[in-house]
T-cell receptor, first 110, second 115 residues
Framework: GQQLNQSPQSMFIQEGEDVSMNCTSS?????WLWYKQDPGEGPVLLIA?????ELTSNGRLTAQFGITRKDSFLNISASIPSDVGIYFC??????????FGTGTRLQVFP | GAGVSQSPRYKVTKRGQDVALRCDPI?????LYWYRQALGQGPEFLTY????????KSGLPNDRFSAERPEGSISTLTIQRTEQRDSAMYRC?????????????FGEGSRLTVL
């Protein structure tokens, strides 16, 4: 199946550190989304981006929609233990079809 | 309902058997999506519906997989003659209107194990 490439695959950081992850695609997307998935749960939407170059914040989270429309990044500032989980980017490709990335697994140590 | 409801939560079946997975979306949500998620991987698109119409089924792996949503609400994903490689978490998601925000609300999933 089709998936976007995310990096890094996993991150191990200390509480309080900032985190940065990105997502790239060979295809252009009209919308970029970032989801977080906790163990045993379904993904939950964190941030949605609708225009190339758009920078959006949601609390400690900041995400940007790349100018080329083929990439996006997510930053988490001052990480806390509850940030632990898997972060997925997703791109809206054809009308209504959402393609997910390979995921970045985040572990936060106190 | 309050959230997307999927059943069964867990299904163990023998190779060659047919299975049906059910999804009850959030009330009033127009779009319904089926994804498959392997352990440690991102959700992989299978198919989606707007109302009762199946808009895209390009992600269905082969003709053993089918989905329907006859009345535009509850959907069933059917896998015929299951194989071990079909083992995965099958997730359903719904959204108010697919085009607008991209906010898909996911269910807890149905974990299928084929022995």
């Amino acid at each position: 199946g089709q998936q976007l490439n995310q990096s890094p695959q996993s991150m191990f950081i200390q509480e309080g550190e900032d985190v940065s992850m990105n997502c790239t695609s060979s295809s252009i997307f009209n919308t970029w989304l970032w989801y977080k998935q906790d163990p045993g749960e379904g993904p939950v939407l964190l941030i949605a981006l609708y225009k190339a170059g758009e920078l959006t914040s949601n609390g400690r989270l900041t995400a940007q929609f790349g100018i080329t429309r083929k990439d996006s990044f997510l930053n988490i500032s001052a990480s806390i233990p509850s940030d632990v989980g898997i972060y997925f980017c997703a791109g809206r490709w054809l009308p209504d079809k959402l393609i997910f990335g390979t995921g970045t697994r985040l572990q936060v140590f106190p | 309902g309050a959230g997307v409801s999927q059943s069964p939560r867990y299904k163990v079946t023998k190779r060659g058997q047919d299975v049906a997975l059910r999804c009850d979306p959030i009330s009033g949500h127009v779009s319904l999506y089926w994804y498959r998620q392997a352990l440690g991987q991102g959700p992989e698109f299978l198919t989606y519906f707007n109302y009762e119409a199946q808009q895209d089924k390009s992600g269905l792996p082969n003709d053993r997989f089918s989905a329907e949503r006859p009345e535009g609400s509850i959907s069933t994903l059917t896998i015929q003659r299951t194989e071990q490689r079909d083992s995965a978490m099958y997730r359903c998601a719904s959204s108010l209107v697919g085009r607008d925000t991209g906010e898909l609300f996911f269910g807890e999933g149905s974990r299928l194990t084929v022995l």
